[in-house]
């Protein structure tokens, strides 16, 4: 299958890429692993679901359903759903994508644009590995892709504006939200500067606290979930004050009884896929895809769009999935509207101060570090304890990535290292006083997705 421009993702950066690449006259295949486009932001339901009002838990669903419309419509654009792009391989003049799901085969393409998304952050503390422990971003998916509740008794809790969004979807939905917990205070808040309250994303802010109000759901900064307790799902959480770098306030513990728990602390962009092609990525462990102001990575004709570049809300993936897609096509020999495309990036370069001033306002500290006791799981995947990693560096004298993966088999498993690749760079980080230099080595992986044997 050939097209000019294959864009992996049919989110909210995705989608417009997609649009903006087939307008500007070039044929284009987008492929998700969903069956149907909206990414993690429109997650819509399965198709044979019944509802009155599809876009009932969605902010921005007109545009949405435009732009899924114009996939459908635009003869130039051909989506593959419920298809995942395993392995990206690249010659001069062309990029091969190979995939498994509904379409196993290969996909090639003069361009490729990358909006892959992010996916949640989670710390590991003692208990995370219960059932009834989720990801804010998995709760969503359950209530916005399945009209399921994650639970009848939940905390929500972590840091960054998802705790707000996802509490608010989950009230919607007819969830009891007992509490919303963020570990960093209303200093940090203050500290970001009045960027973070642009006003847009103020008026949404502010909705997300009408529906916490109505249903007199606590939000309480500068408080963390330590522990997680139960016997063979999760009964009980302990809560805690913590100070500005997240260490726990003595005398502060409390307990509440819970049938569900759902956390994140901010995002990891997904950039497998952009680090096996050789895309430069920012440096530190969390890392993004490195692009310029049209989207451009640093390997020639692979663009990247929105999460995968740094997070920074549905909006502004969007317009990054516009640029992108001009640009893209552009790369492949088509017209683009110029002055389009130069007022998107003003637009987007706009709307990135925001971004960066919410990062601020939500660091991770390492104080997380000592809610940690010695057979706390950090790598679930390969259930490594902290005991194990601690004693890789302290008496293996492990100091960068490459050892203490060998040594502990941390990120060596099914998610490989998606989920723990972070937390152990930071691991290692206190425990030698350095971010280790091959801090990104855990986030490339050239099989970007499990694949069977009989694939290869
Ligand atoms: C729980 C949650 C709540 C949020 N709430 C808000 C909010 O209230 N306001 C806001 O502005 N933003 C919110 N966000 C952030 C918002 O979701 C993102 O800004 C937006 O979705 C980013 O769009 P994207 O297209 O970059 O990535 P995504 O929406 O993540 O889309 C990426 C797509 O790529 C596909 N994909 C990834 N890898 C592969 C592969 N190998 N093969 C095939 N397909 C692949 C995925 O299936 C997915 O559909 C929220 C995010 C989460 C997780």
Redesign the pocket.
């Known amino acids: 299958m050939d097209a000019d421009v294959v864009v ?7 989608v417009p890429a997609a649009v903006a690449a087939a307008r500007a006259g070039a044929t284009v295949i987008v ?4 069956d149907r ?6 997650r819509q339901l399965p198709h044979d679901f019944e509802v009155e009002d599809a876009g009932a838990l969605h ?1 921005g669903w007109r545009d949405a359903t435009a732009g899924f419309d114009e996939l459908v419509a635009n003869d130039r654009i051909r989506h593959i759903a419920g ?4 392995l990206a391989e690249r010659s001069p003049d062309r990029v091969t994508l190979h ?1 498994t799901g509904a379409h196993r085969g290969t996909v090639r393409a003069q361009a490729l644009i990358l ?4 996916a ?1 952050r989670v710390l590991p503390f003692p208990g995370w590995d219960l059932p009834g422990v989720l ?3 998995a ?2 998916a359950l209530v916005k892709g399945q009209g399921v509740r994650p639970g009848h008794r939940v905390v929500v809790a972590g840091t960054g ?2 705790l707000l ?2 509490a608010s ?1 989950l009230v919607r939905a007819g969830t009891q939200v007992l509490e919303v917990l963020d570990a960093n205070g209303p200093g940090t808040w203050r500290a970001a500067g009045p960027r973070v309250l642009a006003p847009g994303k103020a008026v ?1 802010a502010a909705g ?1 606290l009408r529906d916490l109000a109505r249903s007199r759901t606590p939000y309480r900064p500068a408080q963390a979930i330590i522990a997680a307790t139960g016997d063979g799902r999760v009964e009980s959480v302990t809560i805690a004050a913590v100070d500005r770098d997240w260490h726990v306030v003595d005398g502060t513990q409390r307990h509440l009884d819970v049938d569900a728990v759902c956390v ?1 602390y901010g ?1 990891s962009p ?1 950039v ?2 952009a680090a096996a092609l050789g895309c430069d990525l920012t440096p530190g462990g969390g890392p993004a895809v490195v692009v310029d102001r049209l989207q451009r990575t640093t390997v020639p004709r692979v663009f990247a ?4 570049t740094g ?7 969007a317009l990054e ?1 516009a640029v992108a897609g001009a640009a893209a096509a552009d790369a492949c020999g088509h017209d683009v509207d110029r002055a389009l495309v130069r007022r998107q990036v003003r637009r987007r370069e706009k709307a990135q101060r925001f971004a960066a001033a919410l990062q601020r306002a939500t660091p991770i500290r390492h104080g997380w570090q000592s809610w940690l006791t010695d057979d706390t799981v950090v790598c679930r995947c390969e259930e490594v304890e902290l005991a194990t990693v601690r004693s890789a560096i302290a008496e293996a004298g492990a100091r960068d990535v490459r050892s203490l993966k060998m040594t502990t088999r941390c990120g060596m498993g099914w998610c490989q290292a998606a989920i723990c690749g972070p937390n152990v760079v930071d691991l290692l980080t206190v425990a030698t006083g350095a971010i280790p230099d091959d801090a990104n080595r855990l986030a490339a992986r050239s099989i ?2 499990p694949v069977a044997l009989s694939e290869l």
Do not use: C, K, M
Not at 31 to 34: E, S
Not at 83 to 86: D, E, I
Not at 311 to 317: I, Q, T
């Open positions: 992996i993702g049919a989110g909210p950066a995705g492929i998700d692993a969903a486009p909206g990414g993690q932001y429109h902010h298809t995942r792009v395993w995939t909006a892959t998304g992010a949640e990801t804010v971003g709760a969503q504006p998802l969004a996802s979807t949404e997300y994140a995002f997904n497998g896929i769009a929105g999460e995968i997070v920074a809300g549905a909006d502004v993936a999935g970007a997705e």
